[in-house]
C-alpha cells in the first residue's frame, strides 16, 4: 500500500462537489508553498536574483510577444535563471552589486558602469 497516495474521496465518503473542493485546497496549498519558496529564494537566499527581476522590469524596451523572452522563462511564478535573459540581466546584477563596493566613484567608474548596465 502507498501511503504517500491521497485516499480517493468516494472511501472518505465526500459528495464530488465537496471531493472537488478538497482537490482545490490541495492544488491551492501546494502551489502556495512552491511560490512560498520561490520568494524565499528571491528574497533571502540570492539578492542578485531579486534584483535582476527589477533590473528587466526598469530596463528592458523589447517587445515582449517575440523581442525579449524573459516572460517565457517564467512558469507559475517560477524564474528559469537559465534562460538568455534571465543570464543576461542577472549579470547586470551582479555587475551593479560588485559597483556599490567598488571605489573610488569616478567620472570614469560611473562611464564604465552605465556602459555596462546598458549595453
Ligand atoms: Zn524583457
Redesign the pocket.
Known sequence: MNLNKPVPESLLGLSAEEAELAKLERTIQARKAQLEEARKELTANSPAKSLAILL?SKL?R?N?TDG?G?HYDVSKGIHNWNGY?HKEYLLKADLVLAGLDREPVTTENIEEFITKLFG
Open positions: 528587466h528592458c523589447y515582449h525579449c524573459w535573459e
